[in-house]
């Protein structure tokens, strides 16, 4: 009887087990030499870890960690480290007993040799390493959440003694700082313990006027406090909840690497009982006396330049003590197009430029006998470093600060150590340095930022020369010096060439970089940065450095030196503000696919390859699904919803396969500072969306209208709809304005758009409550009907049922009216609409409390899914024809291990409560109540959809007769 042929064959023995090895272990292996191609696969992946260099691996390691949903505990980390050490200390062992096992000698003759010893004590060193540098960061990621505020203290009046850790910064009404918490006062029941915490100590004239928010800004007062200062204060804390919006800044990570356990503001009203009292003793910490002295050189300098304009003494005093918010808002964003944002604060540019001039300027004055106590090239690494760090220090000492001083200390270690002169071993272990000091640093945008560009940089100019024996010396003729202008052009041609060099390669490293982090890349940006990096960083930093230290001790000289530094600054504004001006300036790209980022990554390397490559110039076709990556946009019957988180505000994005709607542009945060900047912008750019075809400002509330100008400014828009007066400077700056009018409708493709409130032709400028003029838009589409209430009232609500009927205002998803309050949503309402989804756009732990819970109680009881922005951040809800609606919550469907919950006794399915009459059958597909116990929809003949075809051409005609309709059109 023959024997069964196996069911894989081993070719030429590539997989043949060794004679010597028996026991479980090696049937185990025999059976898994049945996949030979997967051995192979995996034997070639673990041969190129172990090539990879340790540091590598621990930057690896941080990343993977802040990847985790959820932590591993603090036993599996003790284990972890346990097995590291043992790893690390008995691989000699280990390897003995793999050999003896034959597990070295499994497959000799593999694609890849595994039985190297020299490969498995990599494996052993690497796999060492990953467990240790894993645990490290897990055991700060839980050191970090325990200090967090616990909810039950949210909103709670605590009596509390702490140091003022930071130096006071100027906001809208009042300060900004961070408080060390030391202790409460013994009759609070509970004491969030020593943590530090963001602190917003408002100005006594703010104090009395509460609630206005039109009065100007205290910026040009003293601070009651100063940093190191004991006060004793009255605080109300609430957890470090930030907005959640998608591809979005994530304010709840930044807040745990900071070290911020809670936001609070300081309660000084009449009814507080222990008012702000500062106390004698005075903490004498270094960073406390160096807070100090920002203070000092930030006063100082304001004192020196009282006629500058605000953009240019701000980005003297951002270059000098790192206070960023003294530059504007809008000239953040004139940077940003332009690509020079990263010089106009303390950057790891200026301190490299600072460092270098120190190690230039210490080997220049090594001199003497002290040259026999330190070589000149460790002296002047040092130099360096101090220069660095005190530099850092001075500036704040912030996260982009820190990666800069650890690089080059590591880097700096390991060339005059003699342990690594390659450029790759050296930036992997300063990156992993910063990963150690700062785990959580593999997730930010400014780690890959800063060793991107320095990797780029190292790999385009490792470029070697060919060896050629040398020639015999032969006696040159005795010739003449060569003039002056020969010798310049001599030594500057090489080093405008090395420039120029420098310059490509971190351009070509950046344009992946800013396409995935951005969504956009700065054209003018190479350009403005050859003009920029010299002045800023070769001129304007010392002179401001200088200039501030002067104005301290000599107030004259550093008054004249700081005077210089504005001038250079003033120009170069001037040069930037027209480079922003072009039309060409910035080109705005979708976020890429992890496939076009890694292939254009790889296109950007072989661009920049030091070796000839055949065909180089082909590599750029790489870049190719980076720049021409496709816009998502709906089917033509499909309806898209993004009701994004801007706090205590209105912003909902429409999207129809015709154009995009964006409804209210959000609140204003601050004088510099607004929803349209910090949210609408970059989440429209990293959709690809560089234009609005019409943009509605329901009425003049700044919870609603304030980020429109800033949004107006960037973002090109074809009309304007809104209930403002005509004066307004929303409207001013316009280039098309339509009121919005009861009767008045237009038609995207499928999509009819039809405005239901404010009726008449009433002056838009009287004086009445600006709530009661709101824009309501009903949209209907094939997908669905989705309602728009703005902010209308019980008393607009019943006009609404009066003039639409029950069945006019059916809709399946309902922005709530006034956020939910108590002035809103009437019974009345909700039975006519009876919406399938509501969504409560509303800030964590609002001041108006929103919503109000009988409202709240009132959709609950009637059936109606509830979405809440301030407990699932964005809100994105897709219509589909036929379809149940699917419905993405940003703060449910990104769930890493630091996300905070808005609220832990909300429900996280996604599925609405259940109505009486039917439970969903889906989790994403809840079922309408029972038509027998609702009104029945019976669309009125006025409002049936036509079927003319849709126009772009601008132009508005209201309907007066319903059953005399004129053809729809693109705009109202």
Known sequence: MSSPMPRHRPADGLLRRDKGQSGPVGAWLGRAAAWPWRISVLARLLAAVSRLPPGALVVCACWGVQQLAELPSRLICTVWIVVGVVLLLARGALLGWFGRRGLIRLWPRAAVRLSSRRTAAAWLFGAAVVFLAASHAVLRAHAALAERLPPALEGVDLVVTGVIDEMPTPAQYGWRTRLRIESCEPGTQACPGPILIRLNWPAGPWAASRGAPDRPANRDGAAPFRAGERWRLTVRLRRPLAPQNPGLFDGELRALEDGIAAHGSVRDGIRTTVRPTRIDAFDGRVRSVLEGLRTDLRDAMVRALPDSAAPVRGVLVALVVGDQSAIPGASWAQFNRTGVGHLMSISGLHITMLAAMAVWGVRRLWRGRLIGLMAAPRAAWLGGLCVAFGYSALAGWGLPAQRTCWMLAAGGLALLSGRSRAAVPVLCSAAAVVCLFDPWAPTAIGFWLSFGAVAAIFWHGSRLSPHSPPEPVVPAPAVPPPAWHERLRVRLLPWLAAAGRTQLAATLAMLPLGVLFFSSVSLVGPLANALAIPVVSGLVTPLALVGASGALGWPSAGAWLLRAAAWLTDGLLAILSWGDGLAWAALGLPSPSAAAAVLAVLACALLLAPWPVPGRAWAGAGLLPLLLGPVRSPAPDALWLTVLDVGQGMAVLVETAQGRLLYDTGPAYGEDSDAGARVLLPYLRSRGIDRLQALVVSHRDTDHAGGALSLMGQMPLDWLASSLAPGHPIVLAAPRHHACRL????????????????????????????????????????????????????????????????????????????????????????????????????????????????????????????????????????????????????????????????????????????????????PDAPQRPDPQTMPARQPRASRVIPTAPSSRHPWCRRRREPARRPPSTGTP
Not at 876 to 899: F, H
């Open 743 to 922: 009767g008045d409708e237009w038609r995207w493709g499928e999509v009819l758009f039809q405005w239901l409130h404010p009726g008449g032709r009433e002056d838009p400028a009287r004086r009445t409550s600006s709530n009661a003029r709101s824009c309501v838009l009903r949209i209907r589409s094939p997908a669905g009907v989705a309602l728009l209430a703005g902010d209308i009232e019980s008393a607009q609500e019943k006009a609404l049922i009066d003039e639409q009927g029950e069945a006019g205002l059916r809709a399946d998803v309902l922005l709530v009216p006034h956020h939910g309050s108590a002035t809103s949503s009437s019974p009345a309402f909700l039975r006519a609409v009876s919406p399938t989804w509501a969504v409560f756009q509303v800030g964590y732990r609002n001041r108006f409390k929103h919503p109000a819970p009988r409202v709240l109680q009132r959709y609950e009881q009637a059936g109606i899914g509830i979405l809440r922005t301030d407990y699932d951040g964005a809100v994105t809800l897709r219509l589909r024809p036929g379809q149940p609606a699917v419905v993405e919550r940003q703060r449910r469907t990104s769930r890493p291990y630091w996300r905070l919950a808005g609220d832990p006794a909300w429900p996280p399915s996604p599925d609405p409560p259940d109505r009486p009459e039917a439970r969903p059958a889906k």
